[in-house]
């Protein structure tokens, strides 16, 4: 079975600082990967998404994820974060099946983030 | 447009009760999937239903069952509730066909007392 390992729970930074969280997954056959947010009292939205091609994914709100397929990795990049970034985020792994179609995420146990003013 | 949605918000429960969970898909989606949250943790993927049938299930018991409507809203029944199902239960659709993104719901807050 497949399963996805956050390396921080928690992380609190300053306003202005970079950040970097850590994605692993364990699948070694074909991926899509994800990176979902929830901000507080909101659900969960999609970040960015990596299916095939460039392995430097951008997303929403300055975030960019880079896909290093040697290492089973996608870590979450952000240059310069901003106080209304405090959230929880979750990495999630589907394992792509021949044919496409929808199916079942594996998540992480999800890294809460906060940023000081 | 609206997005998933799902009722009610919350819901309390005693140990050995049933529960019905609602979901209504985001407009044009045809999938949905069921995952539970607990404290603390990432969501787990409970079952997928497309074409009215369960189609993939994670490793939930079977008092974990499901069910499909022509519309595609979808409901979760969990019977026999144990203390431990104390949960978030997130519904996410997406297309079945080239759609591989899923939109998911507020989800509905679970306390089995």
């Known amino acids: 079975a497949q399963s996805v390992s956050q390396h921080n729970h928690h992380v609190i930074l300053s306003e202005a600082a970079s950040l970097e969280l850590g994605c692993n997954y364990s699948?070694?056959?074909?991926?899509?990967l994800f990176w979902y947010v929830q901000y507080p009292g909101q659900h969960l939205q999609l970040l960015l998404k990596y299916f095939s091609g460039d392995p430097l994914v951008k997303g929403i709100k300055g975030f960019e994820a880079e896909f290093i397929k040697s290492k089973f990795s996608f870590n979450l990049r952000k240059p310069s974060v901003q106080w209304s970034d405090t959230a929880e985020y979750f990495c999630?792994?589907?394992?792509?099946?021949?044919?496409?179609?929808?199916?079942?995420?594996?998540f992480g146990k999800g890294t809460h983030l906060i940023i000081q003013p | 447009d609206a997005g998933v949605t799902q009722s009610p918000t919350h819901l309390i429960k005693t140990r050995g009760q049933q529960v019905t969970l609602r979901c209504s898909p985001k407009s044009g989606h045809d999938t949905v999937s069921w995952y539970q949250q607990a404290l603390g943790q990432g969501p787990q993927f409970i079952f997928q239903?497309?074409?009215?049938?369960?189609?993939q299930r994670g490793n939930f018991p079977d008092r974990f069952s499901g069910h499909q409507f022509p519309n595609y809203s979808s409901e979760l029944n969990v019977n026999a509730l144990l203390l431990g199902d104390s949960a978030l239960y997130l519904c996410?659709?997406?297309?079945?066909?080239?759609?591989?993104?899923?939109?998911f719901g507020p989800g509905t807050r679970l306390l089995v007392l």
């Open positions: 999630a792994v589907k394992h792509r099946i021949s044919g496409g179609g929808a199916d079942g995420l594996t």
């Open positions: 239903y497309y074409e009215e049938e369960e189609r």
């Open positions: 699948y070694g056959g074909t991926v899509n």
């Open positions: 996410a659709s997406c297309e079945r066909t080239g759609g591989e993104t899923q939109y």
